[in-house]
C-alpha cells in the first residue's frame, strides 16, 4: 500500500488538488485491491475496456497494459488533465470528459468493435457511492454488447446487488441484477484502502452479463414496475402493494391472480422469487 499511497500523494501534490467530496472522490491506495479487480476483470489484449471515473488513473495504469483499447470517461476536469499528462505516450487509450449516464456507450462499443481487433468489451469502474444504482441500472437497461462488469462499490450496497432475490439483503434492483446477470463477490476493501478514508468500507463485485436470458417476460417495463410498487411498501401484502399501482383492476383481480399463479395471497414482495415476479408481469398479457 505505501508505494501507491506515495505516489497518490505525489499525483496531489503536483496538481494540487483535493478530493471532490460532491463528487463522492476517494483515491484507492491498495495495490492488492487494485490487483484483484484488474484480475477479476480478465483483461486480454482483445478487449475493450470502459473505465468509469478513472480518477487519478491508479486502476487505468493497470488497465492500459494489459487491454487491446481503454476509454476513460471521468466528469471531473482536473482529472481529465492528470489522465492525459499521465497517459501521452500510450495509444490505446481514448479520454472522454463527459457524464457517462449521457455518454452513448452503445455507439462507442459498436465503432470500436468496427474499426479495430477488439472482439469483447467489458466495464471496470470505481464507483462513487451516491450515484452507483442509477450508473449500474443504466449498463444493465441500455443492453450494451458487454460481457462484464467489475465495480468497486459500498459494501452494503454490493451485498444488496448479488443478494439472492427473497433474501432479507435484497431490494428492487436486486432483481434487476439477477435478472440480466450472474454476479459474483471478488473482494472486501477497507474504508483504510482510501485516501481521503470513506465512512463506510467497499466491496468488488462482478456482473456477468447473461448471454441468453432464462427469464422470459414480454414487457420488461412492467416487470420492473411490479418489482419496484413491491418494494416500495415492503412491509405491506404483495396485493397491497400492488393495488396503488394502476396496473391491475382491483384487489380482488390481483387475489384471484395470485391463487391461480399458487402465490400465497398474504406474501409480501420481498419474498418472491424473480421467476414469481415474471408470472404476474406475464398474467395480464396472456389472458
Same mark, same amino acid.
Given at each position: ?15 494540487? @488538488? ?18 484483484? @479487480? ?13 473505465? @468509469? ?172 414496475? @411490479? ?61
Amino acid at each position: 500500500m505505501q508505494n501507491l499511497y506515495k505516489e497518490t500523494k505525489f499525483i496531489l501534490e503536483k496538481y494540487n @488538488i483535493k478530493a471532490n467530496k460532491s463528487l463522492g472522490q476517494n483515491f484507492l491506495i491498495d495495490e492488492e485491491t487494485v490487483n484483484s @479487480i484488474v484480475d477479476a476483470a480478465n483483461i486480454s489484449g482483445q478487449d475493450l475496456i470502459i473505465e @468509469i471515473g478513472p480518477g487519478l488513473g491508479t486502476l487505468t495504469q493497470r488497465i492500459i497494459e494489459k487491454a487491446g483499447k481503454v476509454i476513460c470517461i471521468e466528469l471531473d476536469s482536473r482529472m481529465i488533465d492528470i489522465l492525459e499528462e499521465r497517459f501521452a505516450l500510450y495509444d490505446n487509450i481514448k479520454i472522454i470528459h463527459e457524464d457517462v449516464l449521457k455518454v452513448n456507450l452503445n455507439e462507442l462499443i459498436e465503432k470500436e468493435k468496427e474499426n479495430t481487433n477488439i472482439t469483447c468489451a467489458k466495464i471496470v469502474a470505481n464507483l462513487p457511492y451516491y450515484i452507483t444504482t442509477p450508473i449500474v441500472m443504466k449498463l444493465l437497461e441500455d443492453k450494451l454488447d458487454i460481457e462484464s462488469i467489475t465495480i468497486m462499490i459500498q459494501k452494503e450496497v454490493a451485498q444488496r446487488l448479488i443478494a439472492e432475490p427473497g433474501d432479507s439483503l435484497s431490494g428492487a434492483i436486486t432483481y434487476g441484477i439477477h435478472y440480466y446477470t450472474e454476479p459474483e463477490f471478488v473482494t472486501e476493501v477497507s474504508r483504510n484502502s482510501f485516501i481521503p478514508a470513506p465512512e463506510v468500507d467497499s466491496e468488488v463485485i462482478k456482473l456477468n452479463i447473461k448471454k441468453k436470458q432464462d427469464i422470459l417476460v414480454e414487457n420488461e417495463g412492467r416487470l420492473f414496475k @411490479i418489482i419496484k410498487l413491491a418494494f416500495m411498501q415492503r412491509r405491506k401484502t404483495l396485493i397491497n402493494a400492488l393495488s396503488n399501482g394502476n396496473i391491475f383492476e382491483s384487489k380482488e383481480q390481483i387475489e384471484n391472480m395470485l391463487k391461480e399463479l399458487g402465490i400465497d395471497t398474504k406474501i409480501r414482495g420481498e419474498k418472491l422469487t424473480l421467476e414469481q415476479f415474471a408470472q404476474i408481469a406475464n398474467y395480464k398479457i396472456n389472458k
